[in-house]
């Protein structure tokens, strides 16, 4: 992919070439080749792909959202303090990677941002309290924390972004 070339997210669909997908972590590869599509039929996740412009068919990355309800004990103190005393909405990024070819491009920014954006029109209609991310590795992690997510606990890879404090400027 070249960087002037434009970039489309879209959801997957059985036009995509999910079999020459490859990102080099077995588990995020065998999910969008054997496993997305019977998440989305049974209704457990949403797949949302990235593809050039000009290549359609090729993915270049991909990320997963569903709904999730996040226990207040696992929030962080300081961001409970406010919450009411039951689960709290969210929206997971349960799955966000990118093809080896793609590495270095932005595309993983781009679809976070896309997630983001997703996640934020969303809870105009439905209320979602945060965006909930599992990081595979710690890699994954610190690409999240550049974001403004925080860890929902200490020993835990699960990550997650109050809505609020998203800044929407228009």
Known sequence: MTSDAPLVIEAISSSHDRKNFSCGTPALDNYIRQQARQDIKRRISRVFVARSHDHPRTILGYYTLSSLSIDLGAIPVESARKLPRHPIPAALLGRLT??????????????????????????SEIAIYAMVADAIDAEAG?????????????????????????????
Request: charged share 20%; aromatic share 10%; glycine share 10%.
């Open 98 to 123: 990118v093809d080896e070819n793609a590495r270095g491009t932005g595309v993983g920014k781009m679809l976070l941002m896309d997630a983001i954006t997703r996640t934020l029109t969303v809870s």
């Open 142 to 170: 610190g690409f999240y924390r550049q974001y403004g997510f925080l860890p929902l606990s200490r020993d835990s890879q699960r990550l997650f972004l109050p809505l609020k404090s998203i800044q929407v400027t228009g």
